[in-house]
RNA sequence: GGCGGAGUAGCUCAGUUGGUUAGAGCAGAGGAAUCAUAAUCCUUGUGUCGGGAGUUCAAAUCUCUCCUCCGCUACCA
């Protein structure tokens, strides 16, 4: 057996400076859909997920609160970890930028960099507003009568000059573009691409990479009054995961990742600064980087002022792990800004998981446990159309690796469901009930080409809603093993005479409360 | 301001390199059936494809222009 090819996908690592919301969940549901495809169809997958745990304002909320930072970020890290268990995501590590071998490691990294002359020391200087604790360019100031500046916030800034270490950016420019010329697939979606590439080609400044005003971060090698700054600390997780820098580390081959999920609004830390600090350590670069949408509710962002802030294991709690999956994956095309409402997540779940899904399994199981001694039906001769509805599904593999090598993952179930919908189109015609009676060797053939769709269709659903597709594959027989992508289609066919377990529901429907 | 994207049925969107009567899902209306989770199936849309002009035998699909909306335009991540 030739040995398997290995992907590396990993999230963005949440700054649990908050609790968890639902922007958090919809990105580890979305990677772990691609992550389980890929186990399924054949992969050495290794899936990354964490929280990076640095940084002033860490340092900051857990001085109001009177705690440690070290002691909020175990309490907060927890949460989001909490979080992807109960979402039932199968993440292989969950990274902690506090995690002891995150330092030597992120020291390495800022090592080779040194070593290739891209950092040096200088100052770093700025209109700053202790207020805010930010820095503001001087276009953003408005003058006040009396002389003095001040932020779009309306806080006094002052000027700072803090000496920091520097990368040199402004050299990586030209191979940057260069990046993303040979590889038109290292930025997604497109328009996401565009934004960066005109963002290059405008010039890039160098990088402040260390700050000194705080000390809840890693030490720069050599100079610890520095602490590394967000850059490269944070970014640098995703190596950590392998083992970087020891070679032989066990997880060291799935270096470099085939993909980064995460945000649009961290687009250009990983798709400028990530790979220029590679380049300059001498490291492969991530194959690919995806920037998905926000999740608004009612086409309102999510804020805590609105009141629309919702906890996703509330969610998941009120219509379930799977359909919470299932909706966030087939209502918003991937990449797209998408809307949830209460009324469209019960709509898909009524209609898609329950109606369509669960109901065709139901009641094709139920006429098989009923008629066929609770075992895999003995088909006859097929007809023309037994053999469209077969041909649709073994199908499906094609389509959906195709959707799901482009992250399409909407499109990935559309084509799932629409092979469904022709099931229970099929099943409709085919009047198997009447069957029954009139012709029973017809009856089992329609309910074995039935049983065939469901089990290509439980294979593949169990890369989005995977408790659910375990107990339609359950329902089938189907052997642990015989759960992958490569058995779809003729050469692994349900075998006649298997027998089958009681059917039970796989989806309920969602029920309104009383009011 | 500069760069980029979008504007297609009530809603969410598909519409490869221009080519028959512009499609899907959902919602709405009517009907059939009863195996099934009151689920399913069938039928049903007179849409100025944002406005205007142009190229072409032929444009939602190319060109120009105008209108509207959105994103990016660096150190909060």
Avoid at 134 to 150: F, V
Avoid at 232 to 249: K, M, S, V
């Amino acid at each position: 057996m030739a040995e398997r090819e290995k992907f590396y996908i990993t999230t963005a690592i949440s700054y649990p400076n908050g609790a968890p919301h639902i922007g958090h969940a919809y990105e580890v549901v979305a990677a772990d859909a691609i992550a389980r495809f890929k186990r399924i169809d054949g992969y050495d997958v290794f899936f990354m997920t964490g929280t990076d745990e640095h940084g002033l304002k860490i340092q900051q909320t857990a001085d109001k609160a009177g705690t440690t930072p070290k002691a909020l970020v175990d309490e907060m890290s927890a949460k989001f970890r909490t979080m992807a268990d109960g979402l039932n995501c199968s993440y292989d590590r969950f990274i902690r930028t506090t995690d002891a071998d995150h330092l030597p490691s992120t020291h390495e990294l800022w090592r080779r960099m040194q070593e290739k002359g891209d950092i040096y020391l200088s100052k770093y200087s700025g209109w700053y507003s202790v207020r805010d604790e930010a820095y503001y360019d001087e276009s953003e100031l408005t003058k006040q009568p009396d002389g003095s500046w001040r932020a779009p916030s309306g806080t006094p800034v002052e000027w700072i000059e803090e000496e920091s270490y520097f990368f040199r950016l402004s050299a990586y420019e030209s191979r940057l573009l260069a990046l993303y010329e040979d590889h038109p697939e290292f930025i997604a979606p497109q328009t996401r691409r565009n934004e960066v590439v005109s963002f290059v080609r405008s010039g890039l400044q160098d990088l402040s990479i260390s700050r000194t005003t705080f000390n809840w971060g890693l030490p720069v090698p050599a100079d610890p009054k520095h602490v590394m700054y967000v850059w490269i600390d944070a970014l640098n997780n995703y190596l950590t995961g392998t083992g970087f820098p020891e070679a032989d580390n066990p997880r060291a081959h799935y270096w470099p990742a085939d993909v980064h999920i995460i945000g649009k609004d961290i687009i250009r830390f990983h798709t400028v600064y990530w790979p220029a600090f590679l380049m300059s350590a001498d490291l492969p670069l991530p194959k690919r980087v995806f920037g998905h949408g926000f999740l608004l509710n009612k086409g309102e962002k999510m804020s805590k002022s609105v009141g629309n802030v919702l906890d996703p294991l509330d969610l998941a709690e009120a219509y379930g792990v799977d359909q919470l999956r299932y909706f966030f994956m087939r209502e918003v095309p991937f990449g797209q800004d998408g809307n949830y409402s209460h009324e469209a997540i019960v709509n898909r779940i009524n209609a898609d998981l329950a109606n369509d899904l669960g109901n065709l399994a139901q009641r094709s199981l139920s006429m098989i446990a009923k008629n066929c001694e609770a075992s895999v039906p003995q088909p006859a001769e097929l007809t023309q159309a037994d053999s469209d509805l077969l041909w649709l599904a073994d199908a499906l593999p094609g389509k959906v690796r195709g959707a799901m090598g482009d992250f399409a993952l909407h499109t990935a179930l559309a084509e799932i469901w629409s092979v469904v919908a022709e099931a229970n189109r099929y099943f409709a015609s085919q009047e198997p009930w009447v069957l029954r009676k009139s012709d029973p060797a017809r009856m089992a053939t329609v309910l074995y080409v039935t049983a065939e769709v469901l089990r290509a269709v439980g294979i593949l659903a169990q890369a989005f809603v995977p408790t659910a597709a375990e107990k339609l594959l359950d329902l089938l027989a189907i052997a642990p093993g015989d759960r992958v992508v490569a058995t779809i289609g003729a050469g692994g066919r349900l075998a006649p005479g298997t027998s089958l377990p009681q059917p039970q529901p796989i989806f309920p429907r969602y029920i309104e409360a009383e009011a």
